[in-house]
Every structure is written in C-alpha cells, then in structure tokens.
C-alpha cells in the first residue's frame, strides 16, 4: 500500500500546511482586533484553520487512527465549502466580510473548494491507510 505522505501526497500536506497557517494567522488577526464588524464569518475563518491543521497533521501522520481522522477532517472541510459557500451566496448579509470558505473559496483561487476533493482522491487511492 502507498504511503499517504509520499509522492504527490507530500505536495498535498504540503499545501494543506500552507492554508493551516495562512487561515489561523488571518482568524487570528481578524478575531482579535475585528470580531464585531463580522463574527459569522471571522468564527468560520477560526474553524477552517482548525480544520486545515488537523487534516494536515492527520495526513501527514500513519497508522488507522489517523486515516479515519483525515477522512473526517477532509470531508467536514468539503461539507464546510459548500455550505459556507452557498450561505455567502444566498445569505450575504452574514457574510459582510469573507471567511476562507466564502464563495466558495474565490478570494483563494477556488483552492479551498478543489482541495478536499483532491484530499478525498488521494485519501481512497492510497486505501486510507499505511
């Protein structure tokens, strides 16, 4: 069975670590100093970082545990797109300032609504597990 952290997987973790910290640095900022202009959005942006670290670690991490925690971590963060993002659509009031999920992840090319599903691939083609 392959690795879920070798070849194209690496890259995976990879970019998965890049929005685990670039999501918790903008909560973090947007929570602290601006979290009444916009809390819906700003607590979204809190739980997407949650989000992008443990699918990050869960990926990078073997054994059966971690599978199904990548599992759960990657597909609540696909549920998580399109929800938020179908919310921010037909509910913009909510959204006056945008999370990372928001439209569907446009402020961050798309990458936040293909990730998950790229995740899930690469999850069910190296079987889940080490």
Known sequence: MRSRASGIGRLLIAVYGVFAISATARASFQLLTKFDEAPVAYSL?????????????????????????????????????????????????????????SGFGIGYGLVPLFLPILGLIWLRRTNASD
């Open 45 to 101: 942006s809190a739980l997407s970082a949650f989000v992008y670290i443990l699918a990050t670690i869960a990926l990078a991490k073997s054994g059966e545990r971690w599978s199904r925690l990548a599992w759960l971590a990657i597909g609540f963060e696909l549920a998580g797109v399109l929800l938020v993002g179908l919310a921010s659509i037909l509910l913009p009031e909510l959204f006056a300032h945008p999370s990372v999920w």
